[in-house]
């Protein structure tokens, strides 16, 4: 008998945590310490003023403290404000009925205001499209791919996690790409689009018998099928390149040349690279996003079985009108609700992990996973930082008399294992996903949401609902180089 090999696990994910005590960050510890030090000198100093300025102390680091479902207080006070505000000045609604001839009467609503599509070529007699941040000065270019099923790779699978992996720390040797988007679109298709497109291609001057059995096997295929887009999103800053472009023009040939490698590392990885999506594409993918009634038309447009594929343009891909609410985001015939990345499995998990979270289901839903890699010198420090921040929970806890806890004694050896990893040639990115659903029918946003939560769980993944940020989450996962987490920091160039 022959001997199975073992089945191969994969982790390796840890929360970043710095220097913080009690769970906090390191800028909330600081902040916690300064108020207990001011209140110690202002005892001293001054006991008087103690008594009112001492219960406006004690209820900042109370609210700093504190934490609700694992988030501290102050982030959902913060956030609660934010939401009044917006929704105070108007910032949470577009209304159609703007005159065409307005400078700005198709841009996109909210935080994708400032994105515009631009078809450039790409040097070797064919034309891409990049979606350029205004704002910022990011642009992004989509690489269309088709994924390899892992149920019959075997040990190929370990192969394109390892190119995957080696691909994701080149990066960090490349300091003009900022993050990768790796976004698996599905959505529910009727078996009459496999049907159409295979009818539809078959030769005329086939042999009689090739074309009956294509055809007995279209009839034999099910009556309901799947529409499955994958797509690897790239954002380039230009004010990292060597040659530091000083035009969109100059950024789309040197964002050009850098992808020629990026697309050929991608081949073994699992997946086939398809093409550079053109700027239809993109065009179409967000159109489809805000109206998800158009799919249908989109698709045949796209494929070239209806013609008027150079009429989709940025100004069809945008919603007529758009409403964001608490927990959803309603928006030409769809209403979308999206979930952010809260924890990521604690324990080993195999190869497959995700596939029930990315299968098909009865609903639209994208899933983005971003991977903002770190430059090599950046990485180094960050990890050591880690480890002397876990060192330091440590000693403090044994000074303190405190009993160490499961989890720091885990979270620990991570720290020095990812060191040593580094140490020996790793990358270090820093990850996130986010999840969006769409329903025709408002009345069955909880049921697609309940399965989404569901095919979550059972991929070992924790997600929370991004209440109060519904379009933010719904434009991380289109083909844009939107990063949540850098909207709120980034300055304009």
Same mark, same amino acid.
């Given at each position: 008998m022959t001997e199975q090999p073992p089945v191969r696990t994969y982790g390796g994910w840890r929360r970043r945590r710095g220097l913080g005590l009690m769970g906090l960050s390191t800028g909330q510890t600081m902040a916690v310490l300064g108020a207990v030090t001011f209140a110690l000198i202002l005892a001293t100093a001054a006991p008087v003023l103690l008594v009112v300025v001492g219960p406006l102390l004690a209820l900042g680091v109370g609210l700093m403290v504190a934490r609700w479902d694992g988030v501290p207080l102050t982030h959902r006070i913060v956030g609660q404000v934010r939401w009044q505000v917006a929704v105070a000045r108007g910032w949470t609604r577009l209304t159609g009925g703007v005159l065409v001839e307005h400078p700005r009467a198709w841009q996109l609503p909210g935080v994708l205001a400032p994105m515009v599509l631009v078809d450039v070529e790409d040097g070797a007699g064919g034309r891409f499209g990049l979606v350029w941040d205004r704002h910022s000065g990011l642009v992004t270019a989509t690489v269309r791919v088709a994924a390899t099923s892992t149920w019959l790779a075997g040990s190929d699978a370990d192969g394109w996690v390892a190119a995957w992996g080696g691909w994701l720390a080149g990066l960090g040797y490349v300091p003009a790409v900022r993050w990768v988007a790796v976004t698996v679109d599905t959505a529910p298709d009727p078996g009459s689009t496999l049907r159409d497109r295979v009818v539809g291609g078959l030769d005329p001057q086939a042999p009689a018998a090739a074309r009956a059995i294509v055809t007995d096997l279209v009839a034999a295929a099910p009556y309901s099928a799947a529409d499955v887009d994958t797509r690897i999103s790239i954002t380039f800053d230009p004010r990292f390149s060597p040659t530091r472009p000083g035009t969109v023009l100059d950024t789309a040939v040197e964002f050009s040349r850098l992808l020629d490698g990026l697309e050929t590392g991608l081949g073994g990885c699992g997946v086939t690279?398809?093409?550079?999506a053109s700027a239809a594409d993109l065009a179409g993918a967000v159109r489809v996003a805000f109206d998800p009634a158009a799919r249908g038309q989109v698709g045949r447009l796209l494929d070239g079985t209806a013609p008027g594929r150079e009429l989709l343009s940025w100004a069809d891909a945008g919603p007529v009108a758009a409403q964001e609410t608490w927990d959803a985001y309603r928006h030409d015939s769809g209403t979308s609700t999206s979930w952010g990345w809260r924890e990521a499995p604690r324990q080993l998990v195999h190869a497959d992990v995700l596939s029930r979270l990315l299968a098909p289901g009865a609903w639209p839903t994208?899933?983005?996973?971003l991977y903002r890699p770190l430059a090599a010198g950046a990485a180094a420090r960050l990890l050591e930082t880690e480890v002397n921040a876990a060192s330091f929970r440590a000693s403090y806890r044994a000074r303190t008399g405190?009993?160490?806890? *499961?989890?720091? &004694?885990?979270? =620990? *050896?991570?720290? &020095?294992?990812? =060191?040593?990893?580094?140490?020996?040639? =790793?990358?270090?990115?820093?990850?996130?996903?986010?999840?969006?659903t769409t329903v025709l029918d408002p009345a069955d946003l909880v049921k697609a949401a309940s399965d989404v939560e569901t095919r979550a769980d059972s991929a070992k993944i924790r997600l929370r609902r991004l209440y109060g940020a519904q379009a933010a989450g719904f434009a991380a996962t289109l083909p844009c180089g939107l990063h949540p987490a850098v909207l709120a920091t980034r300055w304009p160039h």
């Open positions: 690279v398809l093409g550079r994208r899933t983005t996973m405190r009993d160490p806890q *499961a989890r720091d &004694s885990v979270d =620990a *050896a991570a720290a &020095s294992r990812a =060191a040593r990893e580094e140490a020996q040639g =790793a990358g270090v990115v820093l990850m996130s996903m986010y999840v969006t």
